[in-house]
């Protein structure tokens, strides 16, 4: 084989390996929201992969990455809750680019009397809005940019968003960007890691699994917002965009942004993009770029569209901010679950307008990937991630990689040997007992909104007991005296009687509530909820066997030996008495055993859609399963009945009707569970 055939063998290869790459990139980006890839590196990638099909056009796919747009269709979940709408108009994406010298051509290619509006890059989700008649009928995410999901219920929480529109044409689609802004971001992260749930990487990951949420009120204590960018529909008004955008600001008050300028020549654009690399920093939202334009409606259409891209705008993304820096030390911070987290501390530098001094290095194998020792030169890098990353090494002609890393080998809390579970990347401190930022960790859990959501005590102050000897366990909070807190500086009595109130209405917390917040490892939110449903007093529950256990729907073995391994602690056990001796619900008190000597949707499978009045679609999930059913989410001939609220989507009507699956209305089922046609 010669030189050039072996290259050509390589390059296919390479074809198709990114060709699967970014798809499990886009994948992970738009359906998981946990992206793995950064922006720079999928773009490069899908940069390259271009270059590559154009060499090797007997390599065509119609199905390549190329060639369509993400998808933020899940095929699975939850998204069957929403309704899915083909476009009107196919959502495409934008060509981009981190190269000013890019920009220049491109700008050099257009007609000279060209105007171009350069406006901010806004790094969340798209949104479609439909207006009939001037009235805000669908809020459609982009999908796969044919179809997409309706999220309306969720779009209506964003107040700035206005519900009708006087004198508008009889369609109007604005498109836009829904964003989470950085506060609340930051809010909900905080909340999260109190919860021991994973944390969003940035707040575009966070609006989007928002937006995909089932229950709206969730939706709109997250506090989503939006920025429009693009009129579509027939009989618009204006003959350039920007005229479209003022009319759509002045005259039907949608949230444009002001930072929106008509350009007239190359500096100008430079100008407006060098300018807002600055100023973007302290706007409330994440931006990625600028997005450049052209601003007359006839010459746009003269450029026209590829299949992906439109002709007439380009945008130019930021690069990453990125810095080197001295690795001074290596240190280890112990989790509130245990696990220990090397960091490095870093010489401080200046990062997206922070002072950076730390950064996590997650685990063992990655200071051995990058073969990272103290005193080496690092990379680090803050996209739209909150935590710092290290990205790289910089070694000089010579510099060798470290060869041996020994990971610290007892806790540096409390002396403990660590142990590293195989298969898992993570050291961890098995003293549970003792180990105070474990200790704390738990009554943080113990205290937070989900579980005993206890007004008042929250981290720092926990933290806080904790060294003043005033708290070492869960059963503690009970006993916390006013006097003792008062005297605290920074409390005094009013702190002192808001917290002692926090406690005692906790007292009411329903019992599957407080199984959660016992903080069993593995037991979640709505693990718990399960097993509280099963066993209805923590007496049944301390008997439980294995397999007792295990027959609960998302109790597997891991979880079943949990619970079993709790129950025999002694300190657990003396632990939920001084519990309940103070007051705190370890049984529940509905009347349930009718439900369950009456599980009258038995076998049966139900199909929820639409939008209901009487109870939520979470209530109506919970009663379904509580009676006996399951709730599924599409429509087949297995359906036992949908329960079908108002705004059903059409195509499970449709489905429904061809496989002759009866329709219940939510006053027919509460009839058939309650025996009464209201909540
Ligand atoms: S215009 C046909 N303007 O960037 C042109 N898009 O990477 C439609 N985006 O899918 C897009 N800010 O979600 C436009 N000022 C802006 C934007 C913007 C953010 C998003 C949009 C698009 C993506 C392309």
């Known amino acids: 084989m010669n030189l050039f055939e072996d290259i050509e063998r390589n390059e296919k290869q390479e074809l198709l390996n990114l060709r699967r790459e970014l798809e499990t990139a886009n994948r992970q980006y738009y359906v998981d929201n946990a992206p793995t890839m950064s922006d720079r590196e999928f773009d490069e990638k899908m940069h390259r992969l ?35 709408v083909t476009h009107r108009y196919p959502m495409l994406s934008l060509a981009n680019t981190y190269s000013e010298a890019d920009i220049q051509d491109w700008l050099h290619h257009l007609p000279s009397d060209v105007e171009i509006v350069c406006e901010l890059k806004y790094d969340g989700l798209s949104i479609s809005l439909w207006y009939e008649n001037g009235t805000l009928t669908k809020a459609v995410t982009r999908g796969d940019g044919q179809k997409g999901d309706n999220v309306l219920r969720n779009i209506q929480t964003i107040r700035s968003i206005p519900q009708h529109i006087d004198n508008a044409p009889a369609f109007l689609e604005m498109r836009g960007e ?38 709206s009120n969730e939706v709109a204590r997250r506090g989503l917002t939006c920025y429009l960018y693009y009129m579509l529909g027939e009989h618009l008004p204006g003959q350039t965009h920007y005229e479209r955008l003022q009319t759509a600001r002045n005259n039907w008050g949608f949230p444009i942004s002001d930072a929106i300028r008509v350009c007239h020549s190359i500096n100008e654009v430079m100008d407006f993009i060098h300018q807002w690399d600055t100023r973007r920093k302290e706007l409330p939202v994440a931006t990625d770029g600028i997005v450049l334009k052209v601003n007359h409606l006839h010459q746009q259409e003269e450029l026209g569209y590829t299949a992906k891209t439109p002709r007439w705008a380009i945008a130019y ?10 690795l001074e030390k290596i240190t280890y911070q112990v989790g509130r679950t245990g696990v220990i987290t090397p960091v490095a501390n870093l010489q401080p530098v200046q990062l997206s307008g922070t002072m950076v001094s730390r950064a996590t290095l997650h685990n063992e194998d990655f200071v051995r990937q990058l073969g990272l020792s ?19 090494v910089e070694r000089g002609e010579g510099e060798m990689a470290a060869k041996d890393y020994t990971f610290v080998s007892v ?80 409390f005094g009595t009013k702190s002192a009687d808001k917290i002692l109130a926090g406690v005692e209405v906790s007292k009411s917390v329903p019992w599957h509530r407080v199984l959660f917040a016992l903080g069993i490892r593995m037991v979640g939110e709505t693990t718990a909820k399960k097993i509280a449903r099963r066993y209805r007093s923590v007496d049944e529950l301390q008997w439980a066997t294995r397999e007792q256990l295990m027959s609960i729907d998302d109790v ?42 009456n599980p009258v949707l038995q ?58 699956v009866e329709l219940k209305s939510e006053e027919e089922f509460l009839v058939m569970v309650n025996g009464r046609p209201e909540a």
């Not at 154009?54 to 929403?82: C, I």
């Not at 003792?434 to 909104?449: A, D, E, I, N, W």
Request: aromatic fraction near 6%.
């Open 50 to 84: 271009e270059e590559l099909e154009k060499r090797y056009p007997q390599m065509n796919d119609p199905l390549s990455p190329t060639r369509h747009v993400g998808s933020d269709l899940a095929e699975k979940g939850n998204n069957k809750a929403f309704e899915q």
């Open 178 to 215: 829904v964003l989470l802004p950085w506060e609340n971001f930051e809010r909900i992260n905080r909340e999260r890691e109190e919860q021991e749930e994973s944390l969003f990487a940035n707040p575009r990951n966070a609006a989007s699994g928002t937006l995909k949420l089932l229950d």
């Open 317 to 326: 993304k930021f690069p990453a901010e990125k810095q080197l820096t001295r």
């Open 374 to 392: 103290e005193g080496d030169m690092v990379w680090v890098e803050k996209g739209g991630e909150i935590i710092p990353k290290i990205t790289g």
């Open 411 to 490: 806790c540096p809390e409390c002396g403990t040997p660590l142990v590293r579970v195989e298969g898992e990347a993570a050291w961890r401190c098995p003293n549970d007992k003792t180990c105070p930022p474990q200790l704390c960790g738990k009554m943080v859990h113990f205290v937070s909104r989900k579980a005993m959501n206890i007004d008042g005590l929250g981290e720092e102050t926990i933290d806080l007991f904790y060294t003043k000897g005033m708290l070492h366990n869960v059963a503690d909070i009970y006993a916390l005296n006013r006097d003792d807190i008062a005297v605290i500086p920074g």
């Open 556 to 597: 597997g073995e891991q979880i079943a030996d949990n619970i079993i391994a709790w129950f025999e602690d002694m300190d657990n056990l003396e632990m939920v008495m001084r519990l309940r001796q103070a007051g705190v619900q370890f049984a529940d008190h509905e009347n349930v055993e009718k439900v369950e000597d």
């Open 603 to 660: 076998g049966m499978s139900i199909v929820i859609s639409g939008t209901f009045n009487l109870h939520s679609r979470d209530e109506y999930k919970e009663m379904i399963e509580r009676y006996g059913g399951k709730n599924v989410g599409s429509v087949s001939k297995k359906t036992s009945f949908i329960l079908a609220g108002e705004n059903m989507g059409p195509e499970k009507r449709k489905k429904a009707e061809e496989l002759g």
